[in-house]
């Protein structure tokens, strides 16, 4: 009797598959995932649906990362080198762009998938209304900003222990703010955002 329930319950585990769409936590590049995506739903709805400056901003890294091609306000010419006031034009960036979005009353309401293509030089996961992303180690591609040639930002931008989080913002009158990809790392045993802009082609 108990080999016919072992051997019920393997067919039964050997059928379970991860379903379309969603992170399989087996997968050894995507093993903080289920946290990773936990903190950045979170920054997301305070930032999208609650309208929250203040609790989005306790998400961003003490030490935000910033490029001088993509991230500084018009007529900037050198990234600030203060972690505060990396900090502050972050706190500005997520302000003006509120402006810009609906309102909404769920995250679910407010964002959907990314269509990123897989490629050989990072690994891919999709769950709903994200695309998760990660640089395989030995490739020197980045997702972000993608011309900045600083050091620093580069250097960034290729930490083995950062996730890519990106997503499609939900009934944009201007479409050129739909697509968004941010990048996360942990920090004190929580996860945080390095940068986030505008998913580029």
Known sequence: ?????FIFLGIVLLGIQPSTGQIRENNAAFRDSVSVVAAAKSFLS???VKRNLKEAMGFVASKPVLSRKCDLPPGTKRAPGSPLRKREVIR???STSMKS???YDSLSLAIERT???SADWFDIEEGDGFQLLRIKPG???YLMCKFEENVSYRNSMLRPDAYYFSFKVKDMQDERLREWISLWAPENHQWRLLSIGLLED
């Not at 009797?1 to 329930?5: D, H, P, T, V």
């Open 46 to 48: 305070a930032w999208l």
């Open 101 to 103: 979005f609906p309102r």
């Open 115 to 117: 269509e990123i293509p």
């Open 139 to 141: 490739h020197d591609g």
């Open 92 to 94: 500005q960036f997520l």
């Open 1 to 5: 009797m108990l080999i016919r329930i």
